[in-house]
């Protein structure tokens, strides 16, 4: 079982930067780990992905060029920067995480077995 907590959400405006955190309660090694984003009443979407063996990232169509994921592993952190913010970016944001999924099948439109409980983040 794995525990994530997210960080680092909040307000910013339009054309700004956030980096989100999620700290998990034991080492990343070989972990498929993503950052989702939902609005209320809304599908989740996926945003990226990445998997800690490789540090293979994936990164949806809708935030390329503007969003990074990264992990520590030293801190068991994934990362998510989120840059030149956009309105359309608010929503809450979720890290999930998989053991089954390796560096070849890694990306968003897995299933995830470990949730955060998310963290906020608006752009005006």
């Known amino acids: 079982h794995v525990q994530l907590v997210e960080s680092g959400g909040g307000a910013a405006q339009a054309g700004g930067s956030l980096r989100l955190s999620c700290d998990a309660s034991?080492?990343?090694?070989?972990?498929?780990m993503a950052w989702f984003r939902q609005l209320p009443g809304k599908e989740r979407e996926g945003v990226a992905a990445?998997?800690?063996?490789?540090?293979?990232?994936t990164l949806d169509d809708s935030v390329k060029g503007r969003f990074t994921i990264s992990r520590d592993s030293a801190k068991n952190t994934l990362y998510l920067q989120l840059n030149s913010l956009k309105p359309d970016d608010t929503s809450m944001y979720y890290c999930?995480?998989?053991?089954?999924?390796?560096?070849?099948?890694?990306?968003?439109?897995?299933?995830?077995?470990?949730w955060g409980q998310g963290t906020q983040v608006t752009v005006s």
């Open positions: 999930a995480a998989d053991l089954k999924w390796g560096a070849s099948s890694c990306h968003t439109g897995r299933s995830f077995a470990f």
């Open positions: 990445l998997y800690t063996g490789t540090g293979a990232t």
């Open positions: 034991k080492p990343l090694r070989s972990v498929c």
